[in-house]
């Protein structure tokens, strides 16, 4: 089977959506199967490339990918994160992948058996949508996450946060006219054609795929029949499972490792640090990562005199040390309803590990920790539960004791090996028709 797959974000990059996809490509092609991958030239996390990767990676190029696919590098636009120069980055790369794509597979003989566009960026839906329908190829749509509905409710919810820090936004004063938010107004308009947009890619498909059961549900619900699953997963060869250890430390060490971004709430963990120390407690976080709340969390650790370590993101060849140091590892979510039809594709990783895991989520990520048996759930943001768990914790250190739950669990559902398995019945059922 010759495959397309539109995404616009890939290795050499790190992340999640990169790791997901090179652990299924690899799988796929060791299957007998072709892939193609169009993709920009690497620039995530920073906006541009580093200078080994503008050396070793050009627009236009074509590379042979380290599980031997082929990548075409389309054009990108350098951007600084912002919502505005991140958007024209998605549209450029994916107009640019259409193109490329035409010109590429312009004898009929050649072209793919099957299209995969995979969003975010959702841009990469129009382009595999325009293919596959020129070439009269089935697409896969592939949802990661919760796209748009995600976008559209952390916009509404940071604008509730800035206007009145979480509380009902104060009345209008009838002395004053009410000023006109026109900008406010057409965000909202753009957000629900974009809401439409997708919706209609999502029914143009052959098959929409999810990393949720939860969000698969959602879609359903909404009119889009052919819906199926596939986790984000864990590579088992990779994760290694942590040794017990009966702690020389008195303290409680708590881990927090991935995105530190206004999604991930991590607010509550400091605070809860602080709280926990302050009553005497031995405690100690680290938050190790990357994201836009890092320096305002690092900033309210040293405010509230908590126990907490702030640290940049590290190569992933040191991350095992980081979970050997820990006795919990963290996941954390805000209490945005679409966060209860999402997982965090780490906490795959983090039941893989064998750690103790407190799991600040609800929906289907605390569904996950409760089957694997791997850990404790507390409600989102909830700062007194998460003391009161932490003071047991420490108290208790058989509660923290490395156990194989979360690991067979993740054997069973949400190994890599089990998920190409299943991604690519699904690509057999499509091209069948």
């Known amino acids: 089977m010759r495959i397309l797959l539109i995404s616009h974000y890939y290795a050499p990059e790190f992340g999640a959506p990169q790791r997901r996809w090179s652990a299924l490509v690899r799988r796929f092609i060791a299957a007998g199967h072709q892939v193609t991958v169009m993709t920009p030239v690497p620039h995530y996390p920073a906006g541009r490339p580093t200078a080994d990767q503008a050396q070793c990676h050009h627009v236009g ?157 959602v879609l359903r619900k909404r009119g889009i029949a052919r819906v199926d699953v596939v986790r984000n997963g864990a590579d088992l060869n990779v994760v290694q499972p942590q040794r017990d250890h009966v702690p020389a430390h008195e303290e409680l060490r708590c881990l927090y490792l991935g995105n530190m971004g206004r999604s991930q709430g991590l607010e509550t963990v400091v605070r809860a640090a602080a709280r926990v120390h302050a009553e005497g407690v031995p405690i100690r976080v680290r ?56 997982v965090p594709s780490k906490l795959y990783e983090l039941l893989a590990t064998g750690r103790h895991v407190t799991a600040l989520v609800a929906g289907e990520s605390a569904d996950v920790v409760r089957a694997s048996g791997a850990g404790d759930v507390i409600q989102p943001e909830d700062v007194d539960a998460l003391v009161d768990l932490w003071r047991d914790l420490q108290a208790d250190r058989e509660r923290v004791a490395v156990r194989a739950s979360g690991r067979n669990w993740v054997r069973e559902h949400a190994s890599d090996d089990v998920l190409a398995r299943r991604y690519l019945e699904i690509l057999t059922e499509v091209r069948e028709g």
């Open 61 to 217: 190029g074509t590379e042979t990918g380290m599980h031997g696919e082929t990548i075409v590098r389309t054009h990108y636009l350098a951007h600084r994160g912002d919502i505005v120069t991140r958007s024209a980055d998605h549209a450029l790369a994916a107009i640019d992948g259409l193109r490329r794509s035409l010109l590429r597979f312009r004898r009929r003989s050649a072209r793919p058996d099957v299209i995969i566009a995979t969003a975010p960026a959702i841009d990469s839906l129009f382009a595999g949508t325009i293919l596959s329908r020129l070439w009269r190829v089935p697409l896969v749509v592939e949802m990661r996450d919760a796209w748009p509905d995600l976008v559209t409710h952390v916009g509404a919810a940071v604008r509730h946060e800035r206007v009145s820090g979480g509380e009902d936004p104060p009345a209008p004063d009838p002395a004053r006219p009410p000023r006109r938010s026109l900008p406010r107004q057409a965000i909202g308009v753009v957000k629900a054609q974009v809401h439409l947009l997708v919706s209609a890619w999502q029914r143009d498909a052959a098959q929409v795929v999810t990393t949720t059961s939860r969000f698969a549900g």
């Open 287 to 342: 938050l190790v990562g990357h994201g836009a709340e890092r320096e305002r969390l690092d900033g309210l650790a040293r405010e509230l005199g908590a126990p907490v370590e702030v640290h940049p993101r590290i190569p992933y060849s040191e991350v095992g040390e980081q979970y050997a140091w820990a006795d919990t590892v963290l996941v954390s979510l805000r209490s945005w309803e679409p966060f209860t039809w999402t």
